[in-house]
């Protein structure tokens, strides 16, 4: 039997969670705005929302029960809250908006409408930056093996290059692989992606595994490709390492990296069902 969307208590439950958090989701939301690595954040709630609005129809035939006990979640993120605050530590109090949303879905319709809306809600994760601890252990590894698939791809075509750590000498100029070229951007964004892309076109659990076991590969290699021709083009013109056209490089490749994913899982599917039917 079709249920009546319960708008009003959704929305009670919705301007409590945004009084509560407004400070942090706008400063969450500011950070989306002037850290490049974190524009897809503006992406992430209007997705799980979409996403969520596509399943409508099932959970108005589903009986919810709610569950009173969701609230000592709720209770638990408010914690978090209050010492994530005393801690000045951002990443706990963004946190914390997310484990009390989950209790307040848990409020509303209990663990099976916690589980029904799981994927969607687990996504809500990459709206929040990666703590400067982790973020700073990532980067520099992915410069420094972007900087050395520069060094021996650009060697083998025949160009002069010097590296020392992770900058380039070249003929024409230095090339400094700085955190913006390291590829976290792409692998966060391509990982966001990769999850979508699998729970909307992919029905095999385990291939949606393998696809997100196989994105960190696929855009660390993309990136270090973009190094690569980056090095290269600047051989040709300066100007074309920098800039508009440097950006405009960046956008292309990860639209390469998309497009090897959408490859890979064409192909991994293919096999798949080739040696499903012979056997």
């Not at 897809?40 to 596509?54: E, K, R, T, Y």
């Not at 010097?162 to 792409?186: D, F, M, T, Y």
């Amino acid at each position: 039997m079709r249920r009546q969307f319960p708008w009003l208590l959704v929305a009670w439950f919705g301007l409590l969670l945004a009084a509560c958090y407004y400070p942090v989701i706008g400063r969450m939301v500011r950070d989306w705005y002037v850290d490049d690595d974190m524009g897809h954040g503006f992406f992430v709630p209007v997705v799980s929302a979409w996403l969520i609005w596509q399943k409508r129809s099932a959970l108005l035939r589903t009986a919810y029960r709610p569950a009173l006990w969701g609230l000592a979640i709720v209770a638990l993120g408010g914690v978090l809250l209050v010492l994530g605050t005393f801690a000045v530590e951002q990443t706990v109090m963004r946190g914390s908006f997310l484990v009390s949303l989950w209790g307040a879905v848990v409020t509303l319709g209990g663990m099976r409408l916690l589980l029904d809306l799981a994927f969607p809600l687990f996504l809500l994760v990459f709206m929040i930056p990666l703590p400067a601890v982790i973020y700073n252990q990532i980067t520099f590894p992915l410069q420094l093996f972007a900087s050395q698939v520069a060094e021996i791809t650009l060697s083998l075509l025949g160009i002069p290059v010097l590296r020392e750590g992770n900058i380039l000498e070249l003929p024409s100029q230095r090339l400094s692989v700085v955190e913006a070229c390291s590829g976290i951007r792409s692998l966060m964004s391509l990982t966001y992606l990769s999850l979508i892309y699998g729970y909307l076109f992919e029905s095999r659990l385990w291939l949606r595994a393998v696809l997100l076991a196989l994105t960190p590969a696929i855009a660390i290699l993309v990136n270090a490709l973009r190094v690569t021709a980056t090095g290269l083009l600047s051989e040709y013109d300066p100007e074309l390492a920098q800039g508009v056209f440097h950006s405009m490089e960046g956008w292309l490749m990860f639209l390469l990296a998309l497009a090897v994913l959408v490859a890979v899982h064409r192909a991994l599917g293919g096999i798949a069902n080739r040696y499903g039917k012979l056997g």
